[in-house]
């Protein structure tokens, strides 16, 4: 799994955009997204490639640790 987060979404075309760990520019489809997220929003995600190059799937919202 890899660690990114949203920077854009376009809930019009149904599309949005992840820069993960490396600074990369990764494009997901919100119906590849299990949680609601928002602009912001720390993610986990899975790479595949595909026709149009790199896209995240099965992007979740990252679950904070929470240290006791």
């Known amino acids: 799994m890899r660690?990114?987060?949203?920077?854009?979404?376009?809930?019009?075309y149904g599309l949005g955009i992840i820069i993960d760990e490396n600074g990369?520019?990764?494009?997901?489809?919100?119906?590849?997204?299990?949680?609601?997220?928002n602009i912001?929003?720390?993610?986990?995600?899975?790479?595949?490639?595909?026709?149009?190059g790199l896209v995240a799937v099965n992007v979740k919202l990252e679950m904070e640790e929470i240290k006791v």
């Open 3 to 12: 660690k990114g987060e949203v920077t854009q979404i376009d809930f019009e």
């Open 24 to 37: 990369q520019d990764i494009h997901f489809q919100l119906d590849n997204v299990s949680d609601q997220i």
């Open 40 to 52: 912001n929003s720390k993610v986990i995600f899975e790479i595949e490639l595909n026709k149009s």
